[in-house]
């Protein structure tokens, strides 16, 4: 089936420095892209989401950019906290389903360094 | 409004016993959802119900069963425990696409670490 993979396995940032985390997504059809926080020892946790008639949406220091030309995505992150040390998901829907056609990748761990 | 909650935080089971994990959201959501999460396969969703008395099968339903006789409620059950079935589980729900067909995005509960021996 389609698949949602994320280019880097681990990234590290010094606090305070804007964090890029990418992710390649393989059905070109897909509709709905969402990035969910995990920290360790509990569930994931929506951060953003975005439709594919836009190609970026700002939250609170957080950024998601859309490219469906080359199918990515990514998420920024303003000025990285301790706070923001997780393991990063993305997810896509297909057009014409709901959360049951979920498809995660498979994480990005992000190590903030003090 | 304590969202989506999971009991028992912690469970290890011997093969072929059974058990029943449970999942209760306040948020008045009609979509709710069991993954399980293992090191290096991701997010794998089991069962999903669509409102009370519909559920229906999902990537890894096997070894799993569920019911859905309120909207609150979700539990799932291992009929008997298999050392495969060693995994982080997840509870999750959301409300049903509306009239825009925009989805929402699911809430996760912070999960059962089961490990069967």
């Known amino acids: 089936g389609e698949s949602v993979g994320l280019h880097l396995p681990t990234l590290s940032v010094q606090e305070g420095d804007n964090s890029i985390i990418n992710c390649a997504y393989s059905?070109?059809?897909?509709?709905?892209f969402i990035w969910y926080k995990q920290e360790s020892g509990k569930g994931p946790q929506f951060i953003i989401d975005?439709?594919?008639?836009?190609d970026k949406r700002q939250g609170q220091r957080v950024t998601v950019l859309l490219n469906k030309t080359v199918k990515h995505l990514s998420l920024q992150i303003a000025a990285t906290q301790p706070g923001d040390s997780a393991v990063y998901f993305c997810a896509e829907i297909p057009p014409g389903y709901g959360n049951n056609r979920l498809a995660f990748g498979k994480g990005n761990q992000v190590v903030v360094i003090p | 409004n304590a969202g989506v909650t999971q009991t028992p935080k912690f469970q290890v089971l011997k093969t072929g016993q059974s058990m029943t994990l449970q999942c209760a959201q306040d948020m008045n959501h009609e979509y709710m959802s069991w993954y399980r999460q293992d090191p290096g396969m991701g997010l794998r969703l089991i069962h999903y119900s669509v409102g009370a008395g519909i559920t229906d099968q999902g990537e890894v339903p096997n070894g799993y069963n569920v019911s859905r006789s309120t909207t609150e409620d979700f539990p799932l059950r291992l009929l008997s425990a298999a050392p495969s079935q060693t995994s982080v589980y997840f509870c999750?729900?959301?409300?049903?696409?509306?009239?825009?067909?925009?989805?929402?995005?699911?809430?996760f509960g912070n999960g059962t670490r089961l490990t069967v021996t």
């Open positions: 999750a729900s959301s409300y049903l696409p509306g009239a825009s067909s925009y989805n929402s995005p699911l809430h």
């Open positions: 975005i439709r594919s008639n836009m």
């Open positions: 059905n070109s059809a897909s509709d709905y």
